[in-house]
């Protein structure tokens, strides 16, 4: 089993920062992927931005220019520097691993954190 604990969110001024970090812990062969994902209320749960073992990344059109996803492989721990945050960033953030243990591949969920931007 994988888990994944985040930290980070919090309310904010339209224009401030704020930086999420997912750490991974468990029975982890290697991680794929990890990535963000943001479901503001009334909507669907959207990818925000993923970063796969390669290095590569790949955002939400939204958010390109404003957010980096960066990962730190020795801590299996992955961030999300969000900067000139909008109202519209407001959500609550999960992140996501795509993770390999000793027994099978799977998806895996963080708690979630919420980030408020005021206006």
């Known amino acids: 089993q994988v888990q994944l604990v985040e930290s980070g969110g919090g309310l904010v001024q339209a224009g401030g920062s704020l930086r999420l970090s997912c750490a991974a812990s468990?029975?982890?062969?290697?991680?794929?992927?990890m990535g963000w994902y943001r479901q503001a209320p009334g909507k669907q749960r959207e990818l925000v931005a993923v970063?796969?073992?390669?290095?590569?990344?790949n955002y939400e059109d939204s958010v390109k220019g404003r957010f980096t996803i960066f990962r730190d492989n020795a801590n299996n721990t992955v961030y999300l520097q969000m900067n000139s945050l909008k109202p519209e960033d407001t959500a609550v953030y999960y992140c996501?691993?795509?993770?390999?243990?000793?027994?099978?591949?799977?998806?895996?969920w963080g708690q979630g954190t919420q980030v408020t931007v005021s206006s």
């Open positions: 996501n691993a795509d993770a390999t243990t000793s027994k099978y591949r799977g998806g895996y």
């Open positions: 468990g029975r982890i062969v290697s991680i794929n992927a």
């Open positions: 970063i796969i073992a390669g290095g590569s990344t």
